[in-house]
């Protein structure tokens, strides 16, 4: 069974940085896209960053290139560093599971999520 788990959320100042980790077990890591995801109250999910299993990365236009995904597959382990945090990126972040995929759509798996909150 693939469990994710997602940390490093909290409450930061506009401007300032979180780095997100999502920690899967029950699976071939290296053979699992992963990507991230979130939900602000009264919005719909959206997807913010994938990362396929062969290290093809792609980001939610709107971001600017604030956030980067890496994996290490080492550790079974993706990470979402978010720079320059803007109160519009207060959400809970998810990240998810796909097998052998270009395209992140959580088809193997999500995890519970981790809230972050950008003041202003």
């Known amino acids: 069974e693939v469990q994710l788990v997602e940390s490093g959320g909290g409450l930061v100042q506009a401007g300032g940085s979180l780095r997100l980790s999502c920690a899967a077990s029950g699976l071939t890591f290296d053979d699992y896209a992963i990507g991230w995801f979130r939900q602000a109250p009264g919005k719909e999910r959206e997807g913010v960053s994938c990362?396929?299993?062969?290290?093809?990365?792609y980001y939610l236009e709107s971001l600017e290139g604030r956030f980067t995904i890496s994996r290490d597959n080492a550790k079974n382990t993706v990470y979402l560093q978010m720079n320059n945090l803007k109160p519009e990126d207060t959400a809970e972040y998810y990240c998810?599971?796909?097998?052998?995929?270009?395209?992140?759509?959580?088809?193997?798996?999500w995890g519970q999520g981790t809230q972050v909150t950008v003041s202003s």
């Open positions: 998810a599971a796909d097998y052998m995929s270009y395209h992140c759509s959580g088809s193997d798996g």
């Open positions: 990362i396929s299993n062969d290290g093809v990365t």
